[in-house]
């Protein structure tokens, strides 16, 4: 393990634990993992991709509606960076953090803020399901399963049906194939409902 590795695994990833069960360092090192995998086939710097990774969420720590805004301050403001990114490498960073955002209308400035956004997304449908349900578990937990459900289906419908506000920046392999398979359950009202039903349980 580089010095990098070492103060973003030692400093950086643990900070997720404070957060939603969406959005905890698991989730973290599965951006980083795909953001790496992207890297190396558009032919980025890695160690930049990794970074933006690990920041890309932090900003949770101030709020979650402009997060990533707020995630783009933390990495410029970070003491340790400087030691292995130039002012400029890291003002790409912070515009690639900023610009991850899934409701971003705007396309990423960057190939690096596309690489973040593209593994941010992972279309996993039982993934995105049961993070659906658990922030609304978060907001409301004394709602029966019927409003989350609702909730849920909404969410799904303005998110990631077609002409939802969701897009795919690199068209990854593995998101158009999540997509098409979520848009199959999206469909199927009654098959998304048994599936969340389940889900819930587990919650």
Request: glycine share 4%.
């Amino acid at each position: 393990m580089n010095p990098l590795q070492a103060y973003i695994e030692q400093s950086i990833l643990p900070r997720y634990a404070a957060f939603d069960k969406g959005h905890q360092r698991d989730h973290a090192e599965s951006v980083i993992n795909e953001s790496l995998v992207l890297a190396k086939e558009h032919g980025a710097d890695l160690d930049m991709a990794y970074t933006i990774a690990a920041f890309h969420d932090l900003g949770l720590e101030v709020n979650r509606e402009l997060h990533h805004i707020h995630s783009g301050e933390i990495l410029m403001a970070d003491p340790v960076l400087p030691q292995f990114f130039t002012d400029e490498q890291r003002e790409i960073m912070r515009d690639a953090v900023e610009d991850h955002r899934a409701s971003s209308k705007n396309a990423p400035r960057t190939i690096y803020g596309a690489i973040v956004a593209e593994a941010d997304r992972h279309i996993d449908p039982e993934t995105i399901l049961r993070r659906a349900l658990q922030f609304g578990m978060k907001q409301n937990p004394n709602a029966d399963f019927e409003w989350h459900f609702e909730r849920a289906y909404q969410h799904m419908l303005e998110k990631y049906a077609e002409g939802g506000y969701m897009k795919l920046w690199l068209n990854s392999k593995r998101n158009v194939q999540g997509l098409q398979n979520l848009r199959k359950i999206i469909g199927d009202k009654e098959q998304m409902r048994a599936i969340c039903h389940r889900i819930f349980q587990t919650i």
